[in-house]
């Protein structure tokens, strides 16, 4: 087959369809599951080959843990299906229906989806899951004809405790303690047709009888739902075993199959609404292939049915009756073939020469194969056919004697008595002798009877029981085997022909297997099989002859009752002991959130109930509590509640290893016998324990976490059933304490400006300038925001709030240090310097100062939801301090704690911790710090070009002209109450501008220009107009120092036009002699113009002269417009040897002295005359 690959689904060249059978649900762990050798874990995908546009696609995924070697159990199994684009989940197919629906994200790819199933079961080694679903595609993305590629994957957890997971996205998250496998990929081809067919008989076994046995076929087909198929036709190849009866009520024979046999006529009627008339009805050997349907070769009767044109979504039924004759069918017809239109082949028994139906030692199968075939109307995908096609078979097995077995109740009861019932059906053409019912009653059952106990006594409850002797038989021989299991006979059964013959015997379901004398257990299964074999007979006038030993075999199966599990909490209430109760589903209780939301430190109670069986015991019962992240077993806790009237049994506690941590709770009950724990039946398990939170929520929104029980129990072959039950709650965040800081007032020069004053609430003012002396008061405010509404409305106390001061900023300076409250007694925070006992361990500890404060635990100094505490502290800016520095410093909440339902206190620490010495895995709770400065004004740098030489049309007073003068300024303005440190301004000028001369002025008022004289201590250098502060300067205030240089320059000559800018630099340091600072520069630009003149000449001829003629020469000089004036300007022309000088003209500027011979010198080389014009001065423009 030739396949265009369309993402993930593919569209062939050609189509045909098989219709897939779907093997029922599978939902019990299985012992012995099949798996790859060696492998720790496998999946299998299970999905039909074709499937009908619009109708839903079953999928299922087995994930398997098989017995290996070094398999461990596996928990926690999930599932991930990614569906590819045009493929959706069908809502509430998920099946069996504890999966529920699972979790649905678009992508990964475009188009496509992903389903996510978390945390369905458990695998002990040995067992597998089954999760069955529906999907179903769109015919518009997907059109007949393409193929889905379908692949999904399974997940398990070696660790109880941890369930696989997946991002946001869907994707897996990796987790050494998770497997993962894939399955293998399934493609299945989207129809437009399908059919199947069905046929009603027991365990599809058939008596041969076309007059008194006769069946019904139903075959179905089913059109897409997207578009009409046309020319619908159906065939149905019957094999020559079978004779095609029609609607029944007809008879084409020319005679009866056998003296004395019925008029086919008698075959009930089928109505013609559910019949329809076929329109051939054919006798066909060895038909060919058509197209991936084959037949067997041999003899078939063909009908075929003309349905027309089938409308999107349309279902259409035929159903027809048919039969076992006597003979098989052949093509040879005795009186001639009727015509394949006449349908007069229907019923008709005069071909019916073959060979006998008649069953013999083995049973032989009959096979009907049904197909439909048609035109599609619809789109289909690329490369597929528009003629369609869909095939189905269905079997039975030809029957001359058949038993079926039945039993009731269909539960083992221990105890209890079984009814097992057979029946013996024989054909219309035989009867049966000599028939013997060979039964093997399973190991956990015994025969009873009126009189006889027939395990000779050695197992109680097989006595005798009035009432209970078999009918329709008597036991020939009951044989007890080595196992306990039972072989009974009866016999002496004679059936006539067309005859039934029923056998009813009782049996006790014992409490306990004889051979091993354990009891017997919830997940155990007791199939019986009884074995039939019979002589028929053959009836007279059918031509058949001789006895022939027939066999056929029939089961029933008891099963027994599992063991149903829950899981519940108590809620919150005051006191908090697990004897009070109530427990509950929080689900279910009619409860608000919170009273199933629970802090760290707080107690959480809950009830573990298994209600065994009322009718059998189980086996190796295991009952474990796995506890969730976060939380631990309270030691001593778990306490089991008697239930009254109800038996009591053993029980096993790993008490020691639950409170150490090491295990979760498991409790291992039952009583020993053989090596096997049991618990008897009407038992109940009912324990209490308690866990206490050890962790808050993982964000500041409320945590849900599940309590998850699971139990394990043992059916007597090996087969391990896992059921389980969950409860939910919530772990309520920490606290959420918040802190925010900032400047509260300033004090300079007795002035105070208040900023942001206690007690108002915190506008965290930051950024405030300040100057040299002035003090600050900061004010810091811990708030605790917790709300009942998130689950976290409790105080906190013994709140630790480091603040670590700006660089040059020691405790000397600092003064007026709050106390943490308002309380008597409350503690003063205290500062520290490098080096001191006390100072915390912060990064920076070396080398800055800090203040602490800690607050008592308690409630004197606690803050309560929707509190806030205000801390505060004076510093003084010290002198010197630099310009423009800002002082910075950070105030955090090292940790705060609360105290726990039980009394006990919990420490919280915030993420992001200040405290270098607290670890990530010791933060549980927001981050909580906040920075605040202030600043100190910045030395500002100005440079200004103040004139130039020269302003005049094309030279303005930015610009400038070769040899002109230009002056600037530069200031460097230092703020009141700051300092500067190895202060120095430089001003390079640019190439093309010359120094000439540089003067310095100052002003201790800021005043513009400066003319006063330097500073002591400040240089300047007049001969390249550099200043240079002293290693530390200080402007006391109350004015800005301002500082100007003025430099004179020239353009030199050879100057080029353009922008030259001057760049001045201030350049200064962190402290004197510390880390340079960025230099500040500030620039100023002169432009340099020059002029552009042109000259151009032209004469008077035209072109050619003669001799003598007067010839006449215009120059005319021009200056370009916006450009400087061109001065002492001069042009000279030299008149060649040949023409000789006649005259000037009019001469607009200027003036043209007489002309003079050229000597080589004076411009004009010798022989020719040189003419000078002293144009003067040359504007620009003109």
């Known amino acids: 087959m030739i396949t265009t690959t369309l993402g993930r689904f593919r569209a062939p060249l050609a189509i045909s369809v098989v219709v897939a059978i779907l093997a029922s649900v599978i939902t019990v762990f299985t012992a012995g599951s099949a798996s790859a050798a060696g492998a720790p874990l496998s999946v299998s995908q299970s999905a039909p080959a074709t499937a009908l546009l619009g109708e839903a ?105 941890r369930v696989p997971k997946f991002d946001a996205s869907g994707v897996p998250i990796a987790d050494p303690v998770v497997a993962q496998v894939q399955a293998s990929v399934n493609a299945v081809q989207l129809s437009a047709i399908a059919v199947s067919k069905s046929e009603p008989s027991v365990e599809s076994e058939l008596l041969r009888g076309v007059h008194d046995h006769p069946t019904v076929y139903t075959i179905e087909v089913r059109n897409n739902d997207s578009a009409a198929t046309n020319a619908v036709t159906v065939t149905d190849y019957i094999p020559a075993g079978m004779e095609f009866l029609g609607c029944g009520g007809v008879d084409n024979s020319t005679s009866r199959e056998y003296p004395g046999a019925a008029s086919l006529t008698a075959t009930p009627v089928i109505p013609a609404a559910n019949c329809p008339t076929p329109t051939r009805v054919e006798t066909v050997t060895n038909p060919p292939a058509e197209g991936t349907t084959t037949y067997p070769a041999g003899v078939y009767t063909k009908v075929t049915w003309s349905i027309g044109n089938l409308a999107a979504g349309a279902t259409r039924r035929i159903s027809y009756a048919a039969g076992i004759p006597l003979r098989a069918n052949t093509t040879t017809f005795s009186g001639g073939t009727p015509s394949a239109t006449s349908r007069l082949q229907t019923a008709n028994l005069n071909n019916n020469t073959g060979t006998s139906t008649r069953e013999g030692a083995s049973e032989s199968t009959l096979t009907n194969t049904a197909r439909v075939a048609g035109t599609y109307t619809g789109a289909v995908a690329t490369g597929a056919s528009t003629t369609v096609s869909a095939s189905a078979t269905e079997s039975v097995t030809i029957e001359d004697a058949a038993v079926v077995k039945s039993a009731s109740p269909t539960v083992f009861t221990q105890g209890g008595i079984a009814t097992f019932t057979f029946t013996v059906r024989t054909s219309e053409y035989t009867s049966a002798t000599d028939a013997v019912l060979t039964e093997l009653l399973p190991a956990g059952l015994c025969p009873l009877s009126a009189t006889t106990d027939y395990s000779g006594g050695s197992i109680s409850g097989c006595g005798a029981v009035a009432g209970t002797n078999p009918t329709g038989a008597s036991f020939d021989a009951v044989e007890q085997l080595p196992d306990g299991s039972f072989r009974i006979r009866f016999t002496g059964l004679t059936i006539s022909a067309n005859g039934t013959a029923t056998v009813k015997y009782q049996a006790r379901m014992l409490s306990q297997y004889p051979a091993t004398g ?33 066999g056929d075999t029939s089961s029933a199966t008891l099963v027994s009752a599992g063991l149903p599990v829950t899981k519940t909490v108590m809620p919150q209430r005051d006191p908090y002991t697990c004897d009070l109760g109530p427990y509950v589903k929080p689900t279910s209780s009619g409860r608000p959130a919170a009273d199933f939301t629970f802090r760290k430190g707080e107690r959480i109670c809950f009830e573990l109930t298994v209600p065994f069986p009322a009718d059998i015991d189980s086996r190796n019962v295991v009952v474990t509590d796995f506890l969730p992240d976060g939380t631990a077993y309270e030691a001593g806790s778990a306490v089991v509640v008697p239930v009254s009237g109800t038996p009591t049994f053993p029980i096993t506690f790993n008490e020691s290893a639950a409170a ?72 309520s965040p920490a606290p959420p304490v918040d802190i925010v800081k900032g400047v509260e007032r300033v004090v300079s020069d007795g002035t105070t400006d208040l900023i942001n004053p206690v007690p108002g609430s915190p506008t965290n003012t930051d950024g405030t300038v300040v100057q040299e002396g002035d003090t600050v008061r900061f004010r810091i405010d811990v708030s605790n925001t917790g709300t009942a509404a998130t689950g976290d409305d409790y105080s906190v106390q013994q709140f630790d709030v480091w603040d670590v001061l700006p660089p040059g900023i020691t405790c000397a300076l600092v003064t007026g240090i709050s106390a943490v409250s308002t309380a008597s007694g409350a503690p003063v925070g205290v500062c520290t310097d490098p080096g001191d006992p006390n100072q915390p361990s912060f990064a920076q500890q070396a080398t800055l100062s800090a203040i602490r404060w800690q607050a008592r635990a308690g409630t004197a100094d606690a803050i309560a939801p929707g509190s806030r505490r205000t801390l505060t502290y004076d510093i003084k800016v010290p002198s010197p ?146 200043l240079t502060l002293p290693t530390t300067y200080t402007n006391p205030g109350p004015a800005a120092h301002r500082f100007d240089i003025t430099i004179s320059a020239r353009v030199t000559p050879t100057a080029t036009s353009g922008t030259k800018t001057n760049t001045a630099t201030f350049a200064s340091r962190e402290s004197a002699g510390g880390t340079a600072l960025p230099n500040k520069t500030a620039t100023a630009n002169l432009v340099v113009v020059v002029p552009l003149p042109t000259l151009t000449k032209t004469d008077g001829a035209g072109g050619n002269v003669v001799e003598s003629q007067t010839v006449t020469y215009t120059l005319r000089a021009s200056n370009a417009a916006n450009r400087p004036d061109l001065h002492d300007t001069e ?18 500027q200027g003036a043209a002295p007489t002309p003079v011979a050229g000597n080589g010198t004076n411009g004009c080389p010798v022989g020719t005359t040189r003419v000078l014009w002293k144009v003067g001065t040359l504007a620009g423009g003109i």
């Open 57 to 161: 696609i079953p999928v299922s995924l087995t994930l398997s843990n098989p017995p290996t070697l070094g398999a461990v159990d596996q928990y926690n199994a999930s599932f991930r299906y990614v569906l590819p684009a045009g493929v959706t989940f069908k809502a509430g197919s998920s099946a069996p229906a504890s999966a529920g629906a699972p979790r649905i994200i678009n992508g990964p790819g475009v188009g496509e989806t992903t389903l996510l199933w978390s945390n369905l079961a458990d695998l002990p080694v040995g067992t597998s899951y089954r999760l069955s679903f529906s999907i179903v595609p769109d015919g518009v993305i997907l059109p007949v004809g393409s193929l889905i590629d379908l692949a999904g994957e399974g997940f398990a957890s070696t660790d109880p405790r």
């Open 518 to 550: 354990q009891p017997t257990a919830a997940g155990d299964r007791f199939t019986d099989t009884v074995t039939l074999a019979a002589t028929t007979q053959p009836i007279s006038g059918t031509g058949e002859s001789g006895s022939q030993v027939v």
């Open 660 to 731: 150490a941590g090491t295990a979760d709770p498991q409790w291992i009950l039952g009583a020993d016998n053989g090596g096997d724990l049991f618990v008897p039946k009407g038992a109940v398990f009912k324990v209490r324990l308690s866990v206490l939170v050890q962790r808050t929520a993982d964000s500041t929104a409320v945590d849900i976490a599940d309590n998850l029980l699971k139990v394990r129990d043992e059916a007597t072959d090996g087969t391990i059933t896992t059921r389980r039950d969950d409860v939910g709650f919530s772990i």
């Open 881 to 1026: 301090t630099r310009a423009g520095a800002v002082l910075t410093d950070t105030a955090a909440v090292r940790s705060f704690a609360a105290e726990g339902e039980q009394g006990d206190v919990q420490e919280y620490f915030p993420s992001d911790n200040i405290d270098t010495t607290v670890g990530l895995a010791q933060q549980n709770a927001a981050a909580a710090s906040d920075t605040s400065n202030v600043r100190l004004s910045d030395v500002s740098l100005t440079k200004a070009l103040v004139s130039t030489g020269i302003t005049a049309p094309g030279n303005s007073a930015t610009q400038a002209v070769n040899g002109e003068t230009a002056t600037y300024r530069v200031s460097v303005i230092v703020p009141p109450g700051t300092s500067v440190f190895n202060g120095a301004l430089t001003d390079p000028l640019p190439t093309g501008v010359q120094f000439v001369s540089a003067t310095a002025g100052f002003s201790a008022t800021g005043t513009s220009p400066a003319t006063g004289s330097l500073p002591a201590g400040v240089t300047f250098n007049a001969a390249n107009g550099s």
């Open 1131 to 1148: 042009v000279t022309d030299c008149i060649p040897k040949g023409l000789t000088f006649a005259a000037f003209g009019a001469i607009t």
